[in-house]
């Protein structure tokens, strides 16, 4: 059965995910409360990305198989993003070093300088993304293996606390700070979310009564964690993964009870989700490049209409520029730009 209401979800995720790249690329000095209320609302909207592959994932598990898994995931997702990887990995190899990289890894061979950066992403700033649920989707068969003995869910709340404790960073950080923990301890951070997802597309009729009927809770919940955020910001990270989990009942009940008012809207953007993933990091960067050029600094200064301008122009043309790869490559859209 189509989820249109979760498909609506992914649509707003990718949003939120646009929306957070946007906002680091604007100077926010002069404003900081209206930096640290974008970036509560829409950081780490990746969250809600994996909650939705989360669900979708157990919600089609009936049509399971092992080999057509992995080989739909290697179509569909490894080889875009080693196509779209290749400008990235000539600029950070020849043209431009990654600052956010330790300096010595310029000291290894070109292929090993490559092979780091792709299974780390680091050669582009969204591009962890695909390293880290490959971990993930490693441990298909195991997580469907769970699913069959639904009391493994009671386990969620410890993995849930746990990442809530260490952060999206927190592994790497007990570990010193290694490049090669970096992958981990985003799937480590991402993985309950992910199971949660599963947790709720198993219970899905018992989920979504909860959730409507503690609507009132969640929005408490939510306008808690974003004040605590905002409060406490850049000192933790807890409360801006609490304020990611209370809001995604609200935009389940919310998205299914206005449906028929807003999966219209929505469509385009979560049928490009995965395709918008790939290229709107490449346009940021483009920005930053041609702004100096045309006499502007590379980071125009930061406010609301600059910033909403900016979310509008980078996901317009991320959607013209995958409509216009689907017109020419049809079928092999999918394979060259994840959609």
Known sequence: MYLSYVHSFRGLAILGIVGA??????????????????????????????????????????????????????????????????????????????????????????????????ITGKHLAPFWFVPTITLIFLLAPLLLWLDKRPAAYLALPFFLALSAWLGRGGLQGLLGEPLFAATPSKALYLFSVYWLGMCVSHYQAEAMQLFRRFEWLFWVLSLLFMALNMRFFDQQTHWLFFFKLAAIPLFLVNLERFDAQVRDTFRTLGDLSFGIFFIHGYLLAAIKLVLPQLGYPSLLPGNLLVYLAMIAFISISCVFLLRLSQTVFETRSRMLVGC
């Open 21 to 118: 790249h946007c906002l680091r690329s604007l100077d926010w000095s002069p404003d900081q409360f209206t930096f640290r209320l974008f970036d509560t609302l829409f950081n780490q909207s990746s969250i809600w990305f994996f909650f939705i592959a989360g669900l979708l994932f157990q919600h089609l598990s009936g049509r399971f198989k092992v080999r057509s898994f992995y080989r739909t995931k290697l179509r569909n997702v490894i080889t875009p993003y080693l196509i779209l990887s290749i400008p990235a990995l000539i600029v950070a190899l020849f043209i431009i070093p990654v600052s956010s990289v330790p300096p010595q890894i310029y000291d290894y061979s070109i292929p090993g300088q490559a092979l780091l950066f792709l």
